[in-house]
């Protein structure tokens, strides 16, 4: 929403477009709505209006019933044959003619009283007194509406008395009551007086008619006041007649083909009709459903409000017929909204169009790219406007045609000075390289020089005492002959061992000067190699209690010499073996083939591991990441020498506090480096990584 507000503050199609839409857009949704309004109200006081006839046509016809019932006794009392009868006292003919009257108008009961107000004929009794009876008894006629006890019905028919008990029913929105059954009548009571020729009286005509369960009764109301065409389809009509709050006679259906007998009306409607004695005309919830409805009271003979008369029609059609009109309505609206919408954007397409057209220029040449407005049709001042401002970016293009040359040249020049300026100072790191790499090596010439002399003396003193052991072993050999059989394999591990010192030691001054030396090469088998330099480290188990776990799957044999490259396994066994730092740990050898080319050999510890600086000098001569005065920091470096001298490599991966992997890299046929510079070269550039 604010950014549609943005837009049509920063931007002249929208504003157009909400000049022009506003009265559409809002104007008509408004319109619509009150239209909406109105014909749904106006829609239901034409039912109201509908519903409150209705009620009026009832009523006029509920009071004509009754007269029309008065009118049949006196039609009868004034009949020659019933004059004649009564004159004679003839009782057969009175009651034949009585029963007659009963069953062709449908009374529920018909006395002939005297006087004295007792049955001339059949039950013997006296007839109820009321404000009806005693106005015939004064002689006039009188008709209305009285409720009749169970007692009083049973003393003029036991059919009456059974008739009338009707069970109530739980009905949605009534009045709390505690009854469950109601046991009164009422009933339609006509009284016509029958006087002789002297004007005095001399009987009467005592008729009712129970409405309670009288379904034509109201089925005839029902059928006059909605006649066929008078309702919705699928609406129906409805007429009760109330006893108190009780339906006693209706044609509201309860489940189809069930009257709802029992039922009571709901709390708000007594309440106004009953209590206040006034009319009910609105919606009403009539037994499970909502009717447009109206009530009235039905006042008896001593002025009593005693029930009511009900009329009304099933709302649902009527409600569907207004919606379906209302939705009309709203398509209708929609429709025209749509339309003038079209109308008007279309309209206004040919003012904002050349405006538009003239806004992507301007952003397209703000982006830095080239654009014109083009042809355009309108000749109004929006087109003039247009066609001019195309000839100003035309102008502005040449001039920025001519600065952009002119920078050119500018940029020509300055690219030839940087040219230049990047060559000295390419020149200048070349320089710089070629001094640090002279300073490394003779860095690297110093530490062997001094290796080499140090190397020369370690050696001569070594050699001299492993001579003398050699020497007394062979005369102890001899003294003791068949009994230094015992011992004979221990005595052999010695003298092979004395041999590895004397090897190492002439290789070392190889290592020192390897123009003075050379190595015996020969095929080996790289996992018996390995097996046997495990046995030779396994004395070390009182530095750290490690455990050594073999993985030997290389087939390949390799061509190297077997002293040294025994020498580089143990150096780095006894490496690995003081990175446990005196903790129990795991060492894993593990040689495999290297794809045609050689073999690999990996020796895995479980130790501290490296960081990456100590990684980038493990291999540097003097360094060494154990304690002091445990190690010269030489034997990784001599390692990497040898291995390096037959064309092989040796590198390292570690991880601070997971261990360390040292894996040696060898060719199947040696390619032997001998050159004194290449090797210190080598040894820095490993030193450098």
Do not use: C
């Not at 029309?68 to 020659?80: G, I, K, V």
């Not at 709802?260 to 708000?268: D, F, Q």
């Not at 040449?398 to 020509?412: F, K, P, T, V």
């Not at 396994?569 to 005196?582: E, P, Q, R, T, Y």
């Amino acid at each position: 929403m604010l950014r549609l507000l943005s837009a049509i503050r920063t931007t002249v199609r929208y504003k157009l477009l909400a000049l022009v839409l506003f009265p559409i857009l809002l104007l008509m949704p408004i319109a619509l709505a009150v239209a909406v309004y109105w014909g749904a109200s106006f829609t239901y006081e034409q039912l109201f209006i509908k519903v409150n006839t209705d009620l009026s046509v009832a009523h006029d016809l509920f009071r004509r019933i009754q007269q029309d019932y008065l009118d049949r006794l006196a039609t009868q009392a004034e009949s020659h044959t019933f004059s004649l009868a009564l004159e004679v006292e003839n009782g057969d003919a009175l009651r034949v003619q009585i029963d007659a009257l009963r069953k062709r108008h449908q009374f529920s009961y018909l006395n002939l009283l005297d006087r004295q107000g007792k049955r001339m004929l059949g039950r013997e009794g006296r007839a109820r007194s009321s404000p009806l009876y005693l106005r015939a008894m004064n002689g006039s006629a009188a008709v209305g509406i009285e409720i009749f006890s169970a007692q009083e019905l049973q003393e003029e028919s036991q059919e009456l008395a059974a008739a009338i008990r009707l069970p109530l029913i739980a009905t949605p929105r009534a009045r709390p009551t505690n009854r469950s059954v109601e046991m009164r009548g009422m009933m339609i009571r006509a009284l016509y007086p029958i006087k002789d020729s002297r004007g005095e009286l001399v009987a009467l005509l005592d008729g009712g008619v129970l409405l309670n369960g009288n379904f034509e009764f109201v089925d005839a109301i029902r059928d006059l006041v909605y006649g066929p065409g008078s309702l919705p389809q699928g609406s129906i009509g409805t007429v009760t007649v109330f006893m108190d709050d009780v339906r006693i006679t209706t044609n509201v259906p309860l489940r189809p083909g069930e009257r709802a007998l029992g039922t009571r009306v709901s709390e708000e409607v007594r309440s106004r009709v009953l209590d206040q004695g006034k009319i009910w005309i609105d919606r009403a919830f009539v037994v499970n459903d909502w009717y447009i409805s109206s009530y009235e009271p039905i006042i008896d003979a001593e002025g009593e409000r005693v029930g009511m008369l009900y009329a009304g029609f099933l709302e649902s059609p009527s409600r569907s017929e207004l919606w379906r009109a209302l939705t009309l309505l709203v398509l209708m609206f929609v429709l025209l909204m749509l339309l003038s919408s079209l109308v008007a954007v279309t309209g206004a397409k040919s003012i904002f169009r050349p405006l538009e057209a003239m806004s992507k220029v301007v952003h397209a040449v703000r982006d830095g790219k080239s654009g014109r407005i083009g042809s355009i049709t309108s000749t109004d001042e929006i087109g003039i406007l247009a066609r001019e401002f195309d000839s100003m970016l035309e102008l502005l293009q040449q001039r920025s045609d001519e600065i952009q040359s002119w920078a050119d040249q500018l940029e020509e020049k300055v690219s030839e000075r940087t040219a230049e300026l990047e060559s000295k100072n390419d020149d200048l790191r070349r320089t710089i390289r070629v001094l640090r790499k002279t300073r490394r090596q003779l860095v690297a010439a110093e530490k062997l020089a001094a290796l080499g002399e140090l190397t020369a003396g370690v050696a001569h003193e070594i050699n001299n005492p492993t001579a003398v052991i050699l020497g007394n072993l062979d005369v102890m050999v001899a003294e003791l002959g068949d009994q230094a059989d015992p011992v004979r394999r221990e005595i052999g591990l010695i003298i092979e061992q004395i041999d590895r010192i004397r090897d190492i030691i002439n290789n070392l001054l190889q290592y020192a000067r390897p123009g003075e030396f050379s190595s015996v090469i020969d095929y080996v088998d790289i996992n018996h190699l390995i097996e046997g330099t495990t046995e030779l480290v396994q004395h070390l188990q009182k530095i750290s209690p490690f455990e050594i776990r073999l993985d030997l799957r290389a087939t390949r044999p390799v061509r190297i010499n077997q002293a040294e490259l025994q020498q580089v396994l143990v150096n780095l066994l006894v490496n690995a073996i003081h990175a446990l730092d005196g903790e129990a740990g795991t060492l894993d050898l593990e040689s495999e083939d290297w794809n045609d080319k050689g073999v690999k050999i990996h020796v895995r510890d479980s130790g501290s591991g490296m960081d990456e600086a100590q990684l980038g000098q493990i291999f540097n001569p003097f360094y060494s990441t154990k304690d002091q005065g445990q190690g010269t920091g030489l034997g990784l470096s001599v390692s990497y020498s040898i291995i390096r001298r037959y064309g092989g490599n040796l590198t390292v991966s570690s991880t601070p506090g997971e261990g360390s992997r040292f894996s040696i890299w060898l060719l199947d046929e040696p390619q032997m480096v001998e050159d004194e510079e290449t090797i210190i070269a080598q040894l820095h550039s490993v030193g450098e990584g």
